[in-house]
């Protein structure tokens, strides 16, 4: 296993997607760390933030508004979005345009 991947199930509150694993994005420095409630990730099928909450169905829930406002200001957020959309975004837009 990588570093800093772990064994984690959950389930997209957005799309529905089952994960298997998460991965942490830490500062040059930082220990990988474990997800828990309160942390964000990203769904990396849908593209969508999520808060884990491991009192919420599938073990996510959609963030509130406070959670949104706070991620729309952190700059390391933003890199992290970008850098999806302009991966795996942008397959999954060329495989919806190919239906
Ligand atoms: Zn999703």
Partial sequence: MKEGVT???TTC????????LAS???????EPALPG????????????WAIYASDAPGGL??????EYSMLADDP???AIRKAW???IGRVTE??????
């Fill in 7 to 9: 064994e984690f199930k």
């Fill in 13 to 20: 509150p957005f799309c529905g997607t089952a994960h298997e």
């Fill in 24 to 30: 942490s994005v830490v500062e040059p420095g930082e």
């Fill in 37 to 48: 409630d309160g942390h964000v990730t990203l769904c990396v099928r849908c593209g969508e």
């Fill in 61 to 66: 829930r959609k963030p509130n508004d406070e």
């Fill in 76 to 78: 390391r957020v933003r």
């Fill in 85 to 87: 959309a302009e991966t």
């Fill in 94 to 99: 060329k495989k919806v345009a190919e239906r």
